[in-house]
């Protein structure tokens, strides 16, 4: 009955040749299960109704930008992003003029060569270690934490090194490059706790001074490099969040530059964010204001970019794991906002946590996967034994 109700909505929301942008809005909300100003912890309240021609006019960085305006609100974000990412209500939209220009120039543009790849740095991960700091875990990790026997974001965090480490054979003496390190916490714990050679590159100064702070002590290089320019050995490669930002038209050369800096039958580990379908554009307002360049791929793009290279042992998607991460980080980013908020503009509050709810209303729909995929250089002989 209620797919008869909801097919019955969309048609009369065809037929709405006529109708102002308040009726349509409310009709595609309606699809979702979501009512304009209804009662419900996942229903919107529009507090400006300007609301209406914004969301119509730039669909998704509308909707983003609105939200950050404060021109409407809902007490269950994350759910709310749920309902609405899971009923696809996105694919109802025309194409805007603004969809188009970014195909174009993502078609003609190669934005994650080495000078576009800074940009990212400079607007994300150089705004703050305060932030990073209250927002994750002790272990200062900022992907995907591994919950399958975890109790907190640290053990979850911990779980997912141990289990890359695993997969891999990490051993004693074993030189392992660490791609886009981050704060250096799983440089620092394969070398504490597996007694691996750490080489660690990253593109963030912010990042380096930290990594080069806990990695202390500890055999581990940190570098601030850019991928292409590796040039040397390892036994094992691993690239934990960092394969987001390289881009379609480098995925290839990231996965060459990988198999001549690999020893025979050395392995790389991608921990990547993965999308289920192939497209060109992404979502634009997590483009304008989270992360700029940032391309999520499918698994033809992973298949294609290894053709002829590796041979794939493993592919794990644990992606509802990130729903439980990004929910543990907004917690902690709310709890400490306190502390934080005279360092940061005031639109900055609400930018974030419809950044991280969002987030984690679409690995809770589904539209997003987490990817943990192992690459071994001419296979394992005998056969690859699975880790989970």
Same mark, same amino acid.
């Given at each position: 009955?209620k797919? &008869?109700l909801s %097919?019955?909505?969309?048609?009369?929301?065809l037929s709405l040749?006529q109708?102002?942008s308040?009726?349509?809005v409310?009709?595609?909300a309606?699809l979702a299960?979501i009512?304009?100003n209804g009662?419900?912890p996942?229903?919107i309240q529009?507090k400006d /109704?300007?609301?209406y021609?914004?969301?119509l006019?730039?669909?998704?960085?509308?909707?983003g930008e609105t939200?950050?305006?404060?021109w409407?609100?809902?007490?269950n974000?994350?759910?709310?992003m749920?309902?609405?990412?899971?009923?696809?209500v996105?694919?109802? &939209?025309?194409?805007?003029?603004?969809?188009y220009?970014a195909?174009l120039k993502?078609?003609l543009?190669?934005?994650?060569?080495k000078e576009?790849?800074?940009?990212v740095?400079?607007?994300?991960y150089?705004i703050?270690?305060?932030?990073?700091?209250?927002?994750?875990d002790?272990?200062?990790?900022?992907s995907?934490g591994y919950?399958?026997?975890?109790k907190?974001?640290e053990?979850a965090?911990i779980?997912?090194?141990d289990l890359?480490?695993?997969?891999?054979?990490?051993?004693k003496?074993?030189r392992?490059?660490d791609?886009?390190c981050?704060w250096g916490g &799983?440089?620092?714990y394969?070398s504490?706790?597996y007694g691996a050679?750490?080489?660690a590159?990253?593109?963030?100064?912010n990042?380096?001074?930290i990594?080069r702070e806990?990695c202390?002590?500890?055999d581990?290089?940190i570098?601030?490099q850019?991928y292409?320019?590796?040039?040397?050995?390892?036994?094992?490669?691993v690239e934990?969040?960092m &394969?987001?930002?390289v881009?379609?038209k480098?995925?290839?050369?990231?996965m060459?530059?990988c198999?001549r800096s690999?020893?025979?039958?050395g392995?790389?580990?991608?921990?990547t964010?993965?999308?289920?379908?192939?497209?060109?554009?992404?979502?634009?307002w997590?483009d304008?204001y989270?992360?700029?360049g940032g391309?999520?791929?499918?698994?033809?793009? %992973?298949g294609?970019?290894?053709?002829?290279?590796f041979?794939?042992?493993?592919w794990?998607n644990?992606?509802t794991?990130?729903?439980?991460?990004?929910m543990?980080?907004?917690k /902690?980013?709310?709890?400490?906002?306190?502390?934080l908020?005279?360092?940061y503009p005031?639109?900055f509050?609400?930018?974030?946590?419809y950044?991280?709810?969002?987030c984690?209303?679409a690995?809770?729909a589904?539209?997003?996967q987490l990817?943990q995929?192992?690459?071994?250089?001419?296979g394992?002989?005998?056969?690859?034994?699975?880790?989970?």
């Amino acid at each position: 009955m209620k797919k &008869f109700l909801s %097919i019955l909505a969309f048609c009369a929301l065809l037929s709405l040749q006529q109708s102002d942008s308040k009726e349509i809005v409310g009709q595609l909300a309606y699809l979702a299960g979501i009512q304009i100003n209804g009662p419900d912890p996942t229903d919107i309240q529009v507090k400006d /109704n300007r609301f209406y021609d914004r969301v119509l006019k730039d669909q998704s960085l509308g909707f983003g930008e609105t939200y950050m305006a404060g021109w409407w609100d809902v007490d269950n974000l994350d759910e709310c992003m749920f309902r609405i990412m899971r009923a696809n209500v996105g694919s109802r &939209f025309k194409k805007s003029f603004s969809f188009y220009w970014a195909y174009l120039k993502a078609k003609l543009l190669n934005k994650q060569d080495k000078e576009g790849s800074l940009d990212v740095i400079h607007q994300h991960y150089q705004i703050g270690n305060d932030l990073y700091r209250a927002m994750l875990d002790p272990t200062m990790t900022y992907s995907c934490g591994y919950w399958k026997n975890a109790k907190n974001l640290e053990e979850a965090q911990i779980a997912k090194y141990d289990l890359i480490a695993r997969k891999l054979g990490i051993k004693k003496g074993m030189r392992v490059l660490d791609i886009g390190c981050g704060w250096g916490g &799983f440089a620092r714990y394969v070398s504490s706790i597996y007694g691996a050679k750490v080489v660690a590159i990253t593109l963030s100064e912010n990042q380096a001074s930290i990594a080069r702070e806990v990695c202390k002590g500890l055999d581990v290089e940190i570098r601030v490099q850019d991928y292409r320019d590796i040039d040397e050995k390892f036994d094992r490669i691993v690239e934990i969040g960092m &394969f987001e930002h390289v881009g379609k038209k480098n995925y290839r050369e990231f996965m060459e530059i990988c198999h001549r800096s690999l020893h025979e039958g050395g392995m790389v580990m991608l921990h990547t964010i993965g999308n289920n379908q192939s497209v060109v554009v992404s979502d634009p307002w997590i483009d304008k204001y989270i992360f700029p360049g940032g391309e999520l791929p499918s698994i033809s793009h %992973i298949g294609k970019s290894i053709e002829g290279l590796f041979v794939m042992e493993d592919w794990h998607n644990f992606g509802t794991h990130y729903d439980k991460t990004l929910m543990a980080w907004f917690k /902690n980013f709310d709890s400490h906002w306190s502390e934080l908020k005279d360092s940061y503009p005031p639109e900055f509050y609400r930018m974030w946590k419809y950044y991280l709810l969002s987030c984690a209303g679409a690995f809770r729909a589904r539209g997003c996967q987490l990817w943990q995929v192992v690459l071994v250089k001419n296979g394992v002989l005998g056969g690859y034994e699975t880790v989970r």
